[in-house]
């Protein structure tokens, strides 16, 4: 046997193990998008096939559209690295970067948990809670915010979107929301959503007539949006779950402030939340925390920006952003 026919028969080999791993690192990393689950059983499917027909010999094949549509498979194969590497990127963008400068809380009473005249970031051993210095908050949509905007101090995923579009459209944002405003009504259904609004140098947890909040804030020129209601008034309010372990995050006020809460480590939901409610939390909002709408990122005092989670995807179209 030539060499080059060995090479070909162990790089087939190679990529179909690799394309039936990815198409494995899919399911844990739980990037649940169905064009991605078809073009990664798509390809584990084609890359099998084609070692196949190798094996059985593509000399073998009689009619010449077979042996296109072998050549063809044969050449996706190249896909399979590039695709290897983006589902794994989104498996291991789910882990919370260290914050070497948050302060230890450990041994800390929570009500001295605080923000101060700069970004200020508490590591309780299991909970990151990020007070970003600003004067003001905005919902931003579309355009993704600029790391070289210096008046954005946190920037991170806000509401849910409908479905997975590369194209961008107000109607996709789920639940009712403002942006700098201007008001945008949701066609989907809002009765789970509590709302949050920030206007009049000011911020506020709505759990009730959340519309009408939305559109309160627009009118005064400030922003919004809705998500799934967590904690009102330090009592647990959501009536849903999420059954695997993840790093989490809310949108929440602690002691009279607003603030971001990640857990440090991946946990499971149920845990997080006793652990938001031990620490005394008022208010809180879920933010979303899947492969890719987690990416977010904060500018330390001295300027320079720190990413915690770094997975830009193109169908991520909405963020809120703290501007000092």
Known sequence: ????????????????????????????????????????????????????????????????????????????????????????????SQYHVNIPESIDATNMAYEDILPKDETTIYNTGTLYIIFPEYSQVDLVCEDRPSKSDDTITWCSGAAFQHTVSLSFSQENVEGDHAVCGEYYESPYNKDAFA????????????????????????????????QFGLINNKEVVMNFDRPRARCYRTLAELNGNLCIIDSVNMMHFTDFMEELQKIG???????DMGAGWNYSWYRRPSGKVMTLFNLPVPWSHNWIVFRK
């Open 195 to 226: 709302a949050v609004v920030f206007y009049d140098n000011d911020f506020e947890f709505v759990f009730d007539d959340t519309t009408s909040a939305i559109k309160k804030a627009a009118e005064a020129g400030g922003s919004g949006f809705m």
């Open 281 to 287: 939390v008022t208010n809180a909002v879920y933010m």
């Open 1 to 92: 046997m030539k060499i080059t026919k060995r090479l070909s028969g162990l790089w087939l080999m190679a990529m179909a193990l690799l394309s039936l791993c990815a198409f494995t690192t899919f399911f844990v990393a739980q990037m649940w998008l169905d064009l991605l689950y078809g073009l990664y059983l798509s390809l584990a499917i084609i890359q099998s096939v084609t070692l196949i027909i190798y094996l059985w010999g593509p000399e073998k094949l009689k009619y010449k559209f077979l042996k296109f549509l072998y050549h063809i498979f044969y050449a996706s194969s190249f896909l399979v690295i590039p695709a290897f590497a983006f589902i794994f990127m989104g498996l291991i």
